[in-house]
């Protein structure tokens, strides 16, 4: 960790005046490690946790705003997003620990960045870390690694849990910058790496995630958040998958799905959920499905298994979800 | 405390327990002497080649830093190799850090930092360049199979396979058979403590060593011999060791670099390791086994032949006992086996928790299971069938081996007779379930151990022996021995371990410090209390009772006979007769010449029989263990909770072994990649099941003076195969490449 500067403002426009090296701090969970491991090396470290946005709240049309200070333990804990949005208190449990839950934040938990082994390590060449060096996990150990919207230039996944469930949700991120404030939809918030994969979502210079609306949705127990990772607790995802249906009389009515794990930002493909659409459940529906997420997928030397992986996990998911069986995060056996 | 319950077999709850949850046990980066410094280690980014240049500059400008440390600067320390050769012996040429220009594994120390505070170290620990000459380097183990070799010096405890009958013939004549490659990724040791050393240069001229290590006496003589200090110099301490697992066998870099720092800068130095950092040192060499087994139609082993190689460094030659244990344990008439060594461009692989059995064991099991399915029988009949009765390599019986029990206790505990056949027959929802099973077997050694035990005026006992205590209960054990051979309650008993200035106690490793180091501490308590009881027969202040021979110590007090009516004293008030402050006793523990005889007549071996359950999701590539119970035959239990707390805890390692443990080695740069808690997995809660341990009764007068085997490593042997055959009880297929990752 290298020497910086701190300070804990009490007002958005003062914590919005940043310079190239400042960094917002929250839980610290991410951002911490990552100084110790000297990959983030900010001059100054802007707390926001004087800032007041830590509460979670009833929305007029039946949604609920997310503060993005209100930590993930919190956050899945709460009885309104436990009646209304199970499967994002599903999603939460299943990342991290609750030690890590308890403090980490759910503005953070949207900012974290990726656990490619090479950005972790500083002697290692990395385009997401320095600019134009290079990628080190390409033909590399990169099993863990994303298959869907890669570049050339990288090919790191974003690890979140929480983030593949907003996605599914079609949740929207409230801004505050210095030019003012504004909402991003959460798919659209995070960036394919492209040219540029040291820019991981369209966060301006200065801008604060303030809050995370979440539009009314009516799945029932008809979601599920399934998570596949290599040991049954306390690992990022390999494959992970959150899926709502709106269904009525045995028919879909409208599909939500996201993956988790893959892709190098939670990945949605509005074409496959409208597939769904006053489609019954059935194998080759969920197959098609499957199919048509996965389509354009590139594997490098060792992440070849996560395609073969994927396509089961979503109809799995997907049975799941159609059957109003959601995976449990205490229960590890899988329905 | 309970007080009463504390002889030898007694399920003693750890005595050292208190201290280490509040925070009292001082570990190696714990003591906190004024002007301490802390060094930071600058790794090696290249995995063979020379430092051109070290730019320190911006190192040396951030305030607080006292010096950079590199081969340029150093203190001059010993001039021949031979001079840092360590107590495991590893033949090859010992690395030497910061000895020169040259770089020979990736993660190499090139410099340490000393500054007044961790984070200026650190701070500037990371800005420091080197310019490195790269030459070509091979970290791949496929591409170092093509080099394997049997270097011409093995290690001193390798024990080279023997050859019996003709196995490539009778492979070739039996009619069911079955071969193939075996495969462990290599594993990384990761201790919950981390590897440190504090050094304090002391008034008087000494160096005071605080280091995470399993054997202080072998860094003392390490660190005297390569620095080039004579041997009174350095005190070695260890009183604590958060876990080791072998990673404290050798003494590693940072004691040698924080010796250094504080001889160069004539203050307290300490060094502690990143959790990063830990892979850059010692691990569990990769291993491939390529096994060959033949039977007849009644399911008769008849032909066994292996052939394994284990990675080594490209500078000293480490060897594991890989590939002899299916030929110790099977009647097989006609076995061979072959073993090398494949260098690559790494540091040396190391012990690592059962060394060589973890893996041989293992892999072995795994290919007998597909050898009794080929065969159609039962896993647990086909071992029954095959096993033999003594050491079937070196035609040895046992001192003794209490397998055939374990196994009956253990399948019957497990349930196993209700075990279907086939593969794939047990179902429930989307799972599959699947029975496996496995044996274990390791070595039960001994080693010449000393050990002082101390009477003192208040009445209290005092044990001391420069044994370590990494986690295991020898703390523990140790007082239990002593409480039963001095007949004193162990709330009166003090013991001191963990520090080389005490009576000499070999390395801890190998599961020997139980039977060993428990054999000095009771021949220890036995003559000091027959010292104790001579002294006062003959000292003539003492009342006529304490003169007859009926007078013993039992339960903490002096026992006679006085005019016909029984009589107590306390030590307190027998000792003031003597006129003495303490008396003391030291004693050796060896194996004598009956025990000599004995090992060169009989195999020493502890065993063990695993079973386990999974359930399998097929589709998802899903296993969870649901059942593991492990039935150890190991000699006399000492205490039954801390030995059962010593086999769970690697039966989890095993789990991990099986399931989830592999460091991954990026071969472009020798660096292993995955190098933190959060990408190197570990078990979790989620994968651990309830785990039955079981211990089957087996008396042997003739392993170790107190019929002790040692605990700490036969609960790795085994259960890694148990799983892994359950997963094909369940699924019907095979895997032979550990660890068996989810999605595979
Ligand atoms: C061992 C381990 C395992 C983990 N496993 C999982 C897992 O399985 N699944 C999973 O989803 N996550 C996992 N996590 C990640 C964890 O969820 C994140 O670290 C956490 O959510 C980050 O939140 P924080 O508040 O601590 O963020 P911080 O560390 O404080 O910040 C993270 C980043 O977000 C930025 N930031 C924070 N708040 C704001 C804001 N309001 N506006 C703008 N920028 C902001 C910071 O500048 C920083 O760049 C794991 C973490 C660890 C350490
Ligand atoms: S995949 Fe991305 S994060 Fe990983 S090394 Fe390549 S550029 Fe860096």
């Excluded at chain 1, 028919?251 to 019954?280: F, Q």
């Excluded at chain 2, 019986?397 to 056949?421: D, K, V």
């Excluded at chain 2, 379930?433 to 009445?459: Q, V």
Aim: hydrophobic letters at 40%; glycine letters at 8%; a neutral charge.
């Amino acid at each position: 960790m290298r020497n910086f500067s701190y300070s804990r403002p009490g007002t958005f426009d003062e914590a919005c005046r940043v310079t190239e090296h400042t960094r917002f701090l929250a839980g610290g969970t991410n951002l911490i490690d990552l100084m110790k491991s000297d990959v983030e090396r900010p001059a100054h470290v802007t707390d926001l946790k004087s800032l007041s946005m830590n509460q979670i709240e009833e929305l007029p049309d039946g949604g609920l705003r997310l503060g993005a200070l209100a930590t993930n333990a919190d956050t899945s804990a709460h009885p309104l997003v436990i009646r209304h949005f199970p499967v994002l208190a599903s999603a939460i449990l299943a990342g991290a620990s609750p030690q890590i839950r308890n403090v980490a934040t759910n503005g953070g938990n949207l900012n974290q960045r990726t656990r490619c082994h090479y950005f972790y390590d500083p002697d290692m060449v990395c385009n997401k870390r320095s600019p134009g060096t290079g990628c080190s996990a390409r033909g590399g150990r990169n099993r863990i690694m994303a298959v869907l919207g890669t570049s050339e230039a990288c090919i790191a996944t974003f690890p979140s849990d929480m983030c593949v469930a907003l996605a599914a949700l079609n949740a929207t991120v409230n801004l505050h910058g210095p030019k003012g404030e504004r909402s991003v939809a959460l798919r659209d918030y995070h960036r394919l790496p492209g040219e540029a994969p040291w820019i991981d979502n369209v966060l301006q210079p200065g801008e604060i995630v303030t809050s995370i609306d979440l539009p009314s949705v009516s799945f029932g127990e008809h979601y599920t958040y399934l998570k596949i990772r290599d040991r049954l607790s306390f690992a990022f995802s390999i494959v992970s998958v959150a899926v709502g249906l709106e269904m009525e009389s045995g028919l879909i009515r409208r599909g939500y799905l996201a993956l988790g794990g893959v892709g190098t930002k939670p990945w949605c493909v509005p074409e496959a959920e409208a597939l769904m659409k006053d489609k019954p459940p059935s194998h080759s529906l969920f197959r098609d499905v499957a199919e048509r997420i996965l389509e354009g997928a590139v594997v490098d030397r060792d992440n070849a298994a996560k395609l073969k992986l994927a396509p089961r996990v979503i109809e799995r998911a997907l049975w799941q979800a159609a059957e109003g069986t959601p995976q449990s995060q205490t229960c590890k056996t899988i329905r | 405390m309970n007080v009463i319950s504390a002889k030898i077999g007694q399920p003693v709850s750890r005595i050292d327990g208190f201290a280490k949850v509040t925070g009292q046990a001082k570990y190696a980066a714990e003591p906190h002497p004024p002007g301490l410094l802390y060094g930071v280690i600058v790794n090696s980014l290249i995995a063979r080649g020379r430092i051109e240049a070290i730019h320190d500059e911006a190192a040396r400008a951030v305030p607080g830093v006292i010096e950079v440390m590199t081969h340029h600067n150093r203190p001059h320390t010993a001039l021949f190799e031979k001079s840092y050769v360590d107590g495991l012996g590893v033949p090859g040429s010992p690395y030497r850090p910061l000895h020169d220009a040259e770089i020979r594994f990736n993660g190499q120390p090139v410099a340490v930092v000393f500054a007044e505070t961790f984070e200026a170290a650190r701070e500037a620990a990371m800005l420091i360049q080197v310019d490195y000459e790269r030459w070509p380097h091979n970290a791949d183990f496929d591409a170092a199979l093509y080099q394997k070799y049997m270097p011409s010096k093995t290690r001193s405890n390798y024990v080279p396979p023997k050859t019996r009958g003709n196995a490539s013939e009778a492979y070739a004549l039996n009619p069911i058979k079955i071969e193939g490659r075996f495969h462990l990724a290599p594993e990384h040791h990761n201790p919950m403590e981390m590897h440190a050393t504090t050094v304090i240069p002391e008034e008087d001229g000494t160096l005071t060593v605080w280091d995470k290590t399993q054997g202080p006496q072998a860094v003392q003589t390490y660190l005297a011999s390569a620095l080039s200090l004579s041997g009174k110099k350095v005190r070695v301490r260890n009183p604590y060791v958060g876990g080791a697992f072998g990673s404290g066998l050798r003494a590693q870099h940072n004691v040698f670099l924080a010796a250094l720092g504080a001889e160069m800068l004539k203050r307290p130095v300490r060094v502690t390791l990143t959790r990063p950092q830990m892979f850059t040192h010692v691990f569990r060499p990769e291993a491939v086994m390529d096994i060959a087994l033949a039977a007849d139609r009644d399911g008769t082993l008849q032909s066994i032949i292996v052939e394994g190689v284990t990675d080594t460094s490209r500078f000293e030659h480490n060897m594991e006992n890989l590939v002899i244990w299916g030929l110790i344990g099977y009647k097989c008439p006609n076995a061979t086996a072959d073993y090398k060594i494949a260098p690559r461009d790494t540091y040396t692989s190391s012990d690592m928790r059962a060394p060589g059995a973890a893996t041989g064991v293992n892999l072995f099991e795994m290919a007998i299971d597909e050898l009794a399915w080929a065969c159609r029988m039962d896993p647990l009949a086909f071992r029954r069938h095959n096993y033999s009765d003594i050491d079937a390599m070196h035609n040895m019986p046992f001192t003794s081996n209490a397998l055939r029990e374990a196994l009956l206790l253990g399948a019957e505990r497990f349930g196993w007779n209700e075990r279907p056949l086939a593969p794939r027959s047990l179902r429930d929802g989307k799972e599959l379930i699947g029975w496996g099973m496995a044996t274990g077997i390791w070595d039960a050694m001994f080693s010449p151990t000393s050990a002082r035990a101390r009477l003192t005026s208040d009445g209290r006992l005092h044990i001391a022996t420069a044994a370590s205590d990494i986690g295991t209960g020898t703390y523990t054990i140790l007082v239990q021995t002593a409480s039963e051979a001095f007949s004193m309650p162990i709330d009166r008993i003090d013991i001191e371990l963990g520090d080389s200035t005490l009576p000499e106690c070999p390395t801890e490793g190998g599961s020997w410090t139980a039977a060993s180091a428990g054999a000095a501490v009771w021949l220890a308590c036995q003559s000091l209390c027959e010292q104790f009881l001579k002294l006062l027969k003959k000292n003539k202040n003492t009342p006529d009772w304490m003169k007859q021979d009926e007078i013993t110590v039992a339960e903490g007090e002096l026992h006679g006979v006085r005019n016909g009516s029984p009589v107590a004293l306390s030590l307190q008030d027998a000792l003031s007769f003597i006129g003495q402050d303490s008396i003391e006793a030291e004693e050796t523990a060896k194996p004598g010449l009956r025990g000599k005889i004995s090992e060169m007549r009989k195999a020493r071996f502890t065993h063990s029989a695993v079973f386990c359950e999974v359930r399998v999701d097929e589709d998802l590539g899903i296993v969870r263990v649901t059942r593991l119970v492990n039935a150890v035959a190991a000699g006399r239990i000492m205490n039954p909770k801390t030995a059962a707390s010593q086999v769970r805890g690697a039966m989890v390692m095993a789990t991990g072994m099986a399931l989830h443990e592999e460091s991954l080695m990026d071969e472009r740069y020798g660096r292993f990649m995955n190098h933190n808690f959060a990408e190197y997995h570990v078990p979790s809660h989620a994968d651990i099941p309830e785990m039955d341990v079981l211990f089957v009764d087996e008396k042997d007068k003739e392993i170790s003076p107190l019929g002790v085997k040692g605990v700490g490593e036969i609960g790795m042997c085994g259960t890694a195969a148990a799983i892994a055959n359950a997963i094909f009880h369940a699924t019907g297929k095979r895997h032979r490449n550990l660890p068996i990752m989810s999605g595979a």
